[in-house]
């Protein structure tokens, strides 16, 4: 089976400037993951989707960043306008159970954000 | 917040010796996973542990987890460079709804 693909994989920009990561996960998986790994440090959820409404979205920073998952498939997150310490690697993640006590993941390959 | 820790933040060991990761939970955990992430790669799901004192085997690695469930580890027995990367607990609180807290993890150098 396909896993989750995401893009870019790599985006330079300076501070100020918007950009915007895409997700597409496993087929069928119903819940999407939004992390933030800086580097050294573990994966930090920014937004978990189920279907297309929010479940989750304590940790995102909303005055920049912002999420959607149209039609329950496809996800985008945004930064908008980009600061020097959100310079990190973005990791989409899905999972098919929607039971939050069994959710092993599944990541995709990761987009690595430099703000200059 | 809950708050997932492990020890230690790096070690390097020859090829052959044995090493071990701890994870340390601020609550009571429903359950841990463990995912490893090779260098320039993503996270991987290893294993997941849900009972308290359970053990589990995957050849050469050992996970445990707690009887409080609030801590687990991960054992490997003499090692191989192919485990060379970071090893990330992630815990699930066990009060009401919670989503998933990764450790900030272990980074495991083997040299032949």
């Known amino acids: 089976e396909a896993g989750v693909a995401q893009s870019p994989r790599y985006k330079i920009i300076e501070k100020r400037q918007s950009v915007a990561f895409w997700c597409n996960p496993i087929s069928g998986h119903a819940t999407l993951y939004w992390y933030q790994q800086i580097l050294g440090q573990g994966p930090k959820l920014l937004i978990q989707?189920?279907?297309?409404?929010?479940?989750?979205d304590s940790q995102l920073p909303k005055d920049r960043f912002s999420a959607e998952r149209l039609k329950g498939v496809d996800s985008t997150l945004k930064i908008q306008p980009a600061k020097l310490e959100d310079s990190a690697v973005y990791l989409c993640?899905?999972?098919?159970?929607?039971?939050?006590?069994?959710?092993?993941?599944?990541f995709g390959p990761g987009t690595r954000l430099t703000v200059l | 917040g809950q708050q997932v820790m492990q020890i230690p933040q790096y070690q390097h060991v020859q090829e052959g010796e044995d090493f071990t990761t701890y994870c340390n939970s601020s609550t009571t955990l429903s359950n841990i996973q463990w995912y490893k992430q090779r260098p320039g790669g993503h996270p991987v799901f290893l294993i997941q542990?849900?009972?308290?004192?359970e053990v589990k085997k995957q050849k050469r690695l050992t996970f445990q987890f707690g009887e409080a469930k609030k801590n687990s580890s991960l054992h490997i027995t003499a090692t191989q460079t192919t485990d060379v990367g970071t090893y990330f607990c992630a815990g699930l609180e066990e009060s009401g709804y919670s989503t998933l807290t990764f450790g900030k993890g272990t980074m495991l150098l083997v040299s032949p």
């Open positions: 993640a899905s999972s098919g159970r929607a039971d939050p006590s069994w959710n092993e993941q599944f």
């Open positions: 989707f189920q279907n297309n409404g929010v479940v989750d």
């Open positions: 542990l849900v009972k308290s004192g």
